[in-house]
Structures are given as structure tokens and as C-alpha cells.
């Protein structure tokens, strides 16, 4: 029988301190297991924490993330989760995976790891969910939709949301009352399944698919076969490419997406100009479904067409290729031009409206987060 869970099976609670604990469901994300053992004991989640980890102010960070002073031991014994199935449930095991090589703990930005720009104990980001799942008997957020490339919900193909549609407050379950269900907004009680489904696009429900079948062993990218972390490193390169193109699109970048056959009104401008994993999952849904038709066109196919209509360097994220002799060799038929040095500096007297757009959404941001209103 096909498993039902792809990330964790969940786990039961075995002779908990905590008679109340409820069991861990399958694939839910960490901090969603938290903030239901909380109300299930009639306390905040920031109580619980401050119970377990009574040095650390455990909201004010991104609780889904490793930390040195989360020590698992203690929560263990308390809830009767053994220690594997909790690190499970967080995002560690991923990221082993998508960085092979290491990376730092306190790392602000980490590719393909959704942030959640946490200040004190406001988030500018929320967690995703998807509006029907809410309708479940025991709502609960889930591990892979901390994950960039998740932009729709597989079982009922509807895109996610991470903001209330009333109030348009990040969605924080951590902030809500102990008398309320995962399914409304802490912020204005509204319920999250009330929503109107978006519709998807079709290519990056397929990307998702494929990017966690991937996790699970290695990758085809055309004829050749590459790791997880390899494969996702060449597809983030080509989202990157794709924002570069949004942004600002020449003759040649257009030429080039047009004999790929990439569908050019997918791509939504960024609202913030920030990060691909920072944008709205309707506007990582287009990046997805255009990078999907790059991958699936293969290396041998991007050095035909990138080599036809010579297509620049510039326009292409080479930084942070790492070891990758595939990638390297895509960069290396990009035309090389030599910066232009003026002889003075250029004053420039106005902005773009679209720059203007994207600082005023920063700051809208930015206030929305310090709890200026």
C-alpha cells in the first residue's frame, strides 16, 4: 500500500508526563504540534515553551528551524515523543539535504526554505496552509509547506494562502487563544476555510511533484542523473534567471524564452523585489511552472538556444554555482561583456513606478510587522 505521508509518518505519545499530549499527525510541521499540545493543556503556546526551554523565549525565532538550546531530550520526556520523530518533524532533516555541504544555524536566508521574517514575537511571513485541509477534523499546518517550492495543495489542487483574506495578517497559530481551532486567523477569528479557490497552474503542481519525489533518492535533469541538492541548485538558478527576465527583459532573454516555449504572462512581478522565497505562492507558482518547463527541456537544449541567440551573462545568476560541472558548463556558453565604465557619475532624478511600488510594499511590511498600524 502507498504510504500516505511523505516527509514523516507522525508518531504517538508513549507514557507522557503530560497526560494530554496528542499524537503527532503525518507530515505536520513541528511548531503545529506545539502550539495543539499547548490547547490541549488549556495554556499558550509560549507558556509550554517557557516550561521546556525556560532560558530561551522560543517564539521569537522560528521554532521549525534547529537550534542549539532546543533540547529535544527534555521535550521528550515530557510528551513521550521519542527524539527522532520530533527532528523529524522539523526542518533539519531537509535541509541536510538540500545543503549537503553544511550550513550555518543562525543563517538568515536559507534557498527553498520559506522565511518568516520573525520580530519579537510578530512574523511578516506566515505559515501555509491550504483552505480545505482546514476543514479536517484536527487542523494542523504541515512540514512541506515550509517549503518554497509548495505552492498548491496536491489533494485538493487549490493554491495555498499564508495570509488571512479578511485582515491580511501573516498567519501566526503560535498567537492564537487556547480556545481557538488552527483553522481561523489569531489576528480578526476569520476562518481559513473560507476562501474562494485560485486557480493553479498545472506545471508547477508538477514541479512540486517531482522536486519530492527527488528528495527521496536522485534526479533526472535531461540524460543526466543528479543528487536532490544538485537538481534543486539548478532549478533555483532558474528561477533566479526568471526573475531577472521579469524584471528587466532584453530582446535576447525574450528570444530565448520564447524558442523554449516558456509562457512569458505566468510570471508575476514581485511585490516586494525581494527573495523567490519571499514572494506569494501565486507568484512562486508562475516561477515554478516556467522554471518546470526549462528543467524538463533538459542541458543539452539550454546550450542550443542560449548559444543561438547569445543570450548575456548578466541576465544569468552565476554567483553560488558551487561544484556543479553541469551548471558550469550552462554559464560557460553565456556571452561575456565587459562593464561599461563611465567617465562620470549619473544622477538619477526619478525612480520607476515599479521600484516606487516595491519600496512602498517593503514598508508596508516592515510596519505591518513592528505592529504599526
Known amino acids: 500500500m502507498e504510504a500516505t505521508y511523505t516527509w514523516h509518518q507522525g508518531a504517538r505519545c508513549l507514557n507522557p508526563r503530560w497526560p494530554l499530549s496528542p499524537e503527532m499527525l503525518p507530515d505536520e510541521l513541528f511548531s503545529s504540534w506545539l502550539v495543539r499540545t499547548a490547547h490541549a493543556h488549556r495554556c499558550l503556546p509560549s507558556t509550554l515553551t517557557g516550561i ?15 537550534h542549539s538550546w532546543t533540547n529535544m531530550e527534555v521535550l521528550s520526556s515530557m510528551t513521550g515523543l521519542q527524539v527522532p520523530s520530533l527532528l523529524a518533524s522539523t526542518l533539519w532533516p531537509i535541509v541536510q539535504k538540500l545543503h549537503p555541504n553544511g550550513v550555518a544555524e543562525q543563517t538568515a536566508h536559507l534557498p527553498w526554505i520559506l522565511p518568516l521574517g520573525c520580530r519579537n514575537r510578530s512574523h511578516a511571513g506566515g505559515l501555509l496552509c491550504c483552505p480545505c485541509c482546514m476543514t479536517d477534523t484536527i487542523p494542523h499546518y504541515l512540514l512541506q509547506y515550509r517549503l518554497a517550492w509548495h505552492t498548491v495543495c496536491p489533494r485538493h489542487r487549490t493554491l495555498l494562502i499564508d495570509r488571512c483574506l479578511r485582515c491580511s495578517s501573516a498567519l501566526q497559530p503560535n ?22 479557490p485560485e486557480p493553479i497552474v498545472k506545471s508547477a503542481l508538477a514541479f512540486q511533484s517531482f522536486a519530492d519525489s527527488a528528495s527521496q533518492s536522485t534526479a533526472l535533469y535531461g540524460l543526466t542523473s543528479l543528487s536532490f541538492a544538485e537538481w534543486m541548485c539548478i532549478a533555483r538558478v532558474m528561477v533566479s534567471f526568471l526573475k531577472n527576465v521579469t524584471r528587466n527583459p532584453t530582446t535576447k532573454s525574450q528570444l530565448f524564452c520564447q524558442a523554449m516555449g516558456l509562457d512569458l504572462s505566468q510570471l508575476k512581478p514581485s511585490s516586494l523585489g525581494l527573495p523567490f522565497e519571499y514572494a506569494t505562492p501565486a507568484e512562486r507558482a508562475g516561477l515554478l511552472g516556467q522554471a518546470w518547463v526549462i528543467m524538463q527541456a533538459g542541458p543539452e537544449r539550454f546550450l542550443e538556444l542560449a548559444g543561438e541567440v547569445e543570450l548575456p551573462v548578466t541576465i544569468f545568476p552565476v554567483r553560488g554555482i558551487g561544484g556543479s560541472p553541469i551548471l558550469a558548463q550552462m554559464v560557460s556558453v553565456l556571452v561575456q561583456h565587459t562593464r561599461h565604465q563611465s567617465g562620470r557619475l549619473s544622477r538619477r532624478q526619478t525612480r520607476e513606478p515599479l521600484e516606487v511600488w516595491r519600496m512602498w510594499n517593503r514598508l508596508q511590511r516592515r510596519t505591518h510587522r513592528n505592529g504599526i498600524s
Open 175 to 196: 498567537r492564537l487563544r487556547p480556545d481557538r481551532p488552527l483553522s481561523v486567523c489569531h489576528h480578526c477569528g476569520q476562518s481559513l476555510a473560507d476562501v474562494s
Open 52 to 66: 521546556v526551554w525556560p532560558d530561551a523565549q522560543a517564539w521569537k525565532v522560528d521554532l521549525d528551524r534547529r
